[in-house]
């Protein structure tokens, strides 16, 4: 095969100009005829691609690391004698450069699974543009969450994370179909799971021990105060009434009470038979030891699972 003497990628008329001195040519270009870069020839795997060498640099600035030329001749990199090697599965370069192609206006015809794939070699190129691109697509596609959670966990897409969260959570992990399980990945399945049984734990435990009034001795001016403070008439109804009004609602399987949402609830109640100074000291007590469990339960998942995000352009 005869081999080009020019190399189709080096395109600039000095470029071009200081080779033809080299090989003695006496040729001369036309500075104006070569603003453009020709397009130049790419391996990936056994399929040979077409592309402007100039658009794609500036598309996949990472692309030169990719690149190997271990012993290019110069004057035939880029040619079908030497086609430029690029070191990623060919279906990957072909998805970039169709997105490349791809006119401002027009419609791409892109699965969920191409949309992926070119996420993924657009990071390897370092293609900001791409990456965009397809994170703005998938936004569009409403993903399930589960998958969501998984595609952001796999590339480091940080605003994916909490929304994601929010939406599994309220569901009990129990729930999860394996399809869902396998997307969101196996750590995300077993922290929201943990999660929610910490979550379930603090119920059980807030709903059959009522929280104890000063420490158990009841307020100074209740009649019972003292170490038997906890055997009183007074002390009986508070845990009496604890129990069926607070504690069945902190445990209820349907809708439970959320902690949040439980102080609240918990100040509107009489709490009849209980001396009302004992009364305030055990309300008071509330706000402490409640403050907003769920909430806390659930930024400290998403917080764990920021953790674990891969770093990437958009993983803070
Ligand atoms: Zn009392």
Same mark, same amino acid.
């Given at each position: /095969?005869?081999?080009?003497?020019?190399? @189709?990628?080096?395109?600039? @008329?000095?470029?071009?100009?200081?080779?033809? %001195?080299? %090989?003695?040519?006496?040729?001369?270009?036309?500075?104006?005829?070569? %603003?453009?870069?020709?397009?130049?020839?790419?391996? +990936?795997?056994?399929?040979?691609?077409?592309? =402007? /060498?100039? !658009?794609?640099?500036?598309?996949?600035?990472?692309?030169?690391?990719?690149?190997?030329?271990?012993?290019?001749?110069?004057?035939?990199?880029?040619?079908?004698?030497?086609?430029?090697?690029?070191?990623?599965?060919?279906?990957?370069?072909?998805? &970039?450069?169709?997105? *490349?192609? $791809?006119?401002?206006?027009?419609?791409?015809?892109?699965?969920?699974?191409?949309?992926?794939?070119?996420?993924?070699?657009?990071?390897?190129?370092?293609?900001?543009? @791409?990456?965009?691109?397809?994170?703005?697509? $998938?936004?569009?596609?409403?993903?399930?969450?589960?998958?969501?959670?998984?595609?952001?966990? %796999?590339?480091?897409?940080?605003?994916?994370?909490?929304?994601?969260?929010?939406?599994?959570?309220?569901?009990?992990?129990?729930?999860?179909?394996?399809?869902?399980?396998?997307? /969101?990945?196996?750590?995300?399945?077993?922290?929201?799971?943990?999660?929610?049984?910490?979550?379930?734990?603090?119920?059980?435990? !807030?709903?059959?021990?009522?929280?104890?009034? =000063?420490?158990?001795?009841?307020? !100074?001016?209740?009649?019972?105060?003292?170490?038997?403070?906890?055997?009183?008439?007074? @002390?009986?109804?508070?845990?009496?009434?604890?129990?069926?009004?607070?504690?069945?609602?902190?445990?209820?399987?349907? !809708?439970?009470?959320? &902690?949040?949402?439980?102080?609240?609830?918990?100040?509107?109640?009489?709490?009849?038979?209980?001396?009302?100074?004992?009364?305030?000291?055990?309300?008071?007590?509330? =706000?402490?030891?409640?403050?907003?469990?769920? +909430?806390?339960?659930?930024?400290?998942?998403?917080?764990? /699972?920021?953790?674990?995000?891969? *770093?990437?352009?958009?993983?803070?």
């Amino acid at each position: /095969m005869k081999s080009h003497l020019l190399p @189709a990628h080096y395109g600039s @008329a000095n470029a071009v100009n200081a080779l033809f %001195k080299d %090989k003695n040519t006496g040729w001369e270009t036309i500075p104006r005829f070569f %603003k453009n870069p020709e397009e130049v020839l790419l391996q +990936a795997e056994n399929k040979i691609f077409r592309v =402007n /060498m100039e !658009r794609f640099l500036q598309l996949a600035v990472g692309i030169k690391g990719l690149i190997e030329l271990p012993h290019a001749a110069f004057d035939i990199l880029g040619t079908e004698v030497e086609p430029i090697y690029v070191g990623v599965c060919s279906q990957e370069l072909e998805i &970039f450069l169709d997105w *490349m192609h $791809l006119g401002p206006w027009e419609q791409h015809t892109f699965t969920e699974g191409q949309l992926v794939d070119l996420f993924y070699v657009g990071s390897l190129f370092i293609s900001k543009q @791409a990456t965009d691109w397809v994170l703005h697509e $998938l936004e569009q596609l409403n993903l399930d969450p589960a998958r969501k959670l998984g595609l952001a966990l %796999k590339f480091g897409i940080c605003r994916w994370v909490e929304p994601s969260i929010k939406e599994l959570f309220v569901r009990p992990a129990y729930c999860y179909t394996v399809e869902e399980r396998v997307n /969101m990945g196996y750590q995300a399945a077993s922290i929201l799971a943990n999660a929610q049984l910490r979550v379930q734990t603090e119920r059980i435990r !807030r709903a059959t021990i009522p929280p104890p009034i =000063n420490n158990g001795f009841g307020a !100074r001016e209740c009649r019972y105060y003292g170490a038997d403070h906890d055997q009183s008439r007074c @002390a009986e109804y508070w845990d009496t009434l604890w129990f069926i009004e607070v504690g069945r609602k902190l445990i209820n399987p349907v !809708r439970p009470l959320l &902690f949040a949402e439980a102080v609240g609830f918990v100040q509107g109640l009489p709490f009849e038979g209980v001396t009302s100074q004992c009364r305030d000291i055990g309300l008071d007590s509330l =706000n402490v030891a409640f403050g907003d469990i769920d +909430a806390d339960i659930l930024h400290h998942v998403i917080g764990k /699972m920021i953790d674990l995000l891969p *770093m990437s352009a958009y993983s803070t």
